[in-house]
């Protein structure tokens, strides 16, 4: 790497370029732009403040707290650096959620009507329906 290409890779990064984006106008590969940046103390931050950056995971970025990803070869990609922030991003996030396997019932002990999530054979709203039911509303002691 020329010191010309050093030059124009540290104004990109000040500027707010991310590796993608530096490697793609330099015509150099975006794993070479990325290990100049962390020998040279450009790592991360930047690209980390730009808007939008740290939620996409195509970028290698924690949705949550910004930091660098690495990437294991051969296995799910990474969106999120550690198990906290997983945990405190669907806590902060639960609109997001897609609950698919959400299903409507109606109690076969008291008529009314229920949701239960990913069980599809549900019959009873509750286990004191389903005892009141089967046992005919028995004790057990009588």
């Known amino acids: 790497m020329t010191e010309e290409q050093k030059s124009e890779i540290t104004g990109l990064r000040a500027a707010g370029d991310g590796y993608t984006v530096i490697a793609r106008k330099m015509g150099l590969p975006r794993d070479t732009v990325r290990s100049f940046?962390?020998?040279?103390?450009?790592?991360?931050?930047?690209?980390?403040?730009?808007?939008?950056?740290?939620?996409c995971p195509e970028d290698g970025f924690c949705r949550e707290c910004g930091k660098v990803l690495r990437q294991p070869e051969?296995?799910?990609?990474?969106?999120?650096?550690?198990?906290?922030?997983?945990?405190?991003?669907?806590?902060?996030?639960?609109?997001?959620?897609r609950q698919r396997a959400v299903y409507s019932f109606t109690c076969?002990?008291?008529?009314?009507?229920?949701?239960?999530?990913?069980?599809?054979?549900?019959?009873?709203?509750?286990?004191?329906?389903?005892?009141?039911?089967?046992?005919?509303?028995?004790?057990?002691?009588?």
């Open 74 to 97: 051969g296995m799910k990609k990474r969106v999120f650096c550690s198990r906290e922030c997983r945990e405190k991003w669907w806590h902060g996030h639960p609109d997001q959620i």
């Open 108 to 142: 076969a002990g008291c008529g009314q009507p229920f949701t239960a999530y990913g069980n599809a054979g549900r019959k009873y709203c509750s286990h004191e329906c389903y005892i009141r039911t089967r046992f005919k509303g028995g004790g057990g002691d009588e």
């Open 37 to 55: 940046c962390r020998r040279n103390g450009l790592a991360g931050e930047t690209a980390a403040g730009k808007e939008g950056a740290a939620g």
